[in-house]
């Protein structure tokens, strides 16, 4: 029987305690480090997981995958390792300009750049060619523990779909309302709150809430339509 719940905080929750009844939790994200967090992120970018999962193989079995060794490494050789990402001339440029930022800047030290308040590291990050705001907040919750909400197309669409937000809302406008309605008490762990959630809502949108058809009748949010 569909649920109608109108004020967004109770139904976030509840969309949240669905999927999660559903897949479980979610140990997001995949990296041996916080720096192999941030390829990662870099990487991800208008491609699947699989893909970004074999070029870091690359960068790892070859020893670069460090602020230095990446700094090191020509860019025509970082394009090559991580073809399997694709978009790997336009990627190797990121990846170069990430490092070499971290290299000058901070001396490598991936801690230092992101220790400062969250407004400030995310300037930083939006400040490196080629790192938009999904990426950067993908590496301030993952890599950096900072509270900043991470969204993405699948978000826009779920929300969208549910009339939780406007065709017109901006990132910004999503980023604002998650994070307002999504801030748990003191004491309980919001930034580890966020990582799943934004994880769940990445399922949902692979598994169920497909560009062109839907897959509504087996979806974990069809009770929230
Ligand atoms: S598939 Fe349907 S029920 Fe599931 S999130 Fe998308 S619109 Fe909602």
């Known amino acids: 029987m569909p649920t109608s719940i109108h004020n967004p905080k109770r139904r976030l929750h ?10 479980g939790h979610q140990n997001w994200w ?16 208008n491609t699947n997981w699989r893909n970004v999962e074999k070029a870091i193989a690359n960068l790892k079995s070859a020893g ?5 060794g990446l700094h090191a490494l020509p860019l025509r050789e970082i394009a090559d390792m991580i073809r399997p990402a694709g978009y790997f001339n336009i990627k190797a440029g990121r990846l170069r300009a990430f490092v070499d930022n971290l290299v000058s800047a901070y001396d490598g030290n991936l801690i230092r750049f992101l220790d400062a308040p ?17 990426t950067a907040d993908s590496i301030l919750l993952y890599a950096g523990g ?3 909400f991470v969204i993405d197309a ?10 939780w937000c406007s065709a017109s809302d901006t990132y910004d406008d999503l980023q604002a309302l998650c994070s ?7 004491g309980d762990d919001t930034i580890e709150f966020w990582q799943d ?13 497909k560009a062109k058809a839907p897959l509504c009748r087996a979806c974990p949010l069809k009770g929230l339509l």
């Open 197 to 209: 959630y934004h994880a769940q809502l990445v399922n949902i949108g692979k598994d169920f809430c």
């Open 154 to 163: 699948y978000t826009k669409r779920i929300f969208l779909r549910h009339n």
């Open 30 to 45: 995949p990296g041996d480090t916080p720096f192999e967090v941030c390829i990662g992120a870099i990487l991800t970018q």
């Open 14 to 23: 509840k969309a949240y305690s669905l999927m999660h009844a559903y897949y």
């Open 64 to 68: 670069v995958l460090s602020p230095f």
């Open 180 to 186: 307002r309605t999504l801030e748990l008490k003191d």
């Open 118 to 134: 969250t407004d400030e590291a995310r300037e930083r990050l939006l400040g490196i060619k080629g790192i938009g705001p999904e």
């Open 146 to 148: 900072h509270r900043s």
